[in-house]
């Protein structure tokens, strides 16, 4: 990447209750632990503590869900369900009954319900990545591509996979920032199940998780690869947030800086 090259945060998506829709916003702020304020603050488990999300219920992605951020108000529907529209924390009894099973929705406002709770801050990714990746499929646009990936920060970089500059081995970590926020890039996110299915159904799509590992040794850029790489269904950046940088808010247009590799 040249000098000139600057690469700029081009969409923000929190994800206010797990595993369900995104919420698309301009400006977000990092809260207690480097999240997104909102993003995962609500998630929904069974009767053992056990989260009910699209790893382990695939009728998850079937629920459509519209949030609005500032009320904490929600708009549910699903197949054969009537809509659920009210406070997002009283969505229990219409989600067990599509379920089929008691669940509880629990709220958690200090840094959410991330997937990682040691690389906690927001997962990344570049636009031109997920136009990349769309390409290896029939079928399948940028769009569904973010939904089945469902990062956080989506950047306007130089070409497909610059996002991976953010990370470097196993024994380092690379210091890089957005606006006037600082991160520490860890390492490219192990992907679960979720992206081998349409998000919208849950249906299975047929070697997807095969062709994704072999078009992803193929196109593997030279800046990356590395000791991270013991099999090839990985992509996205998962972050930490230095406490220094909790309270500090994003915003679509903000540029990146790649700072030092240091040691951990």
Not at 41 to 63: M, S
Not at 157 to 173: G, I, K, Q, V, Y
Request: proline share 6%.
């Amino acid at each position: 990447m040249s000098a000139t090259d600057a690469v700029t945060l081009s969409r923000i998506a929190v994800y206010p209750v797990k595993s369900l829709d995104p919420v698309f916003v301009e400006r977000a702020e990092l809260v207690e632990n480097g999240g997104l304020s909102g993003d995962r603050a609500f998630a929904i488990f069974d009767e053992d503590g056990n989260y009910v999300n699209g790893k382990r219920e695939r009728a998850t992605h079937r629920i459509r869900s519209h949030v609005a951020l500032d009320e904490e108000t929600v708009r549910l529907s699903a197949p054969e369900m009537d809509d659920y529209d009210g406070p997002v924390a009283d969505a229990d009894d219409w989600l067990a009954e599509y379920f089929g099973y008691p669940v509880e929705l629990r709220r958690e406002t200090a840094g959410g319900f991330p997937d990682d709770t040691t690389a906690s801050g927001p997962t990344v990714i570049s636009t031109q990545t997920l136009e990349a990746v769309a390409s290896w499929y029939d079928g399948i646009d940028v769009d569904e591509m973010r939904r089945r990936l469902r990062p956080n920060l989506e950047l306007d970089a130089p070409e497909p996979f610059w996002e991976e500059n953010l990370f470097d081995t196993r024994d380092t970590r690379v210091q890089w920032s957005l606006g006037s926020a600082s991160f520490v890039g860890v390492n490219p996110c192990q992907r679960c199940i979720v992206p081998t299915r349409n998000p919208e159904t849950g249906e299975p799509t047929s070697e997807f998780k095969e062709t994704f590992m072999k078009k992803r040794a193929e196109t593997m850029p030279p800046w990356s690869g590395g000791d991270w790489f013991d099999h090839y269904f990985r992509l996205m950046v998962n972050t930490r947030v230095p406490e220094s940088s909790w309270g500090e808010t994003l915003a679509v247009g903000d540029e990146v800086s790649v700072g030092e590799i240091r040691s951990v």
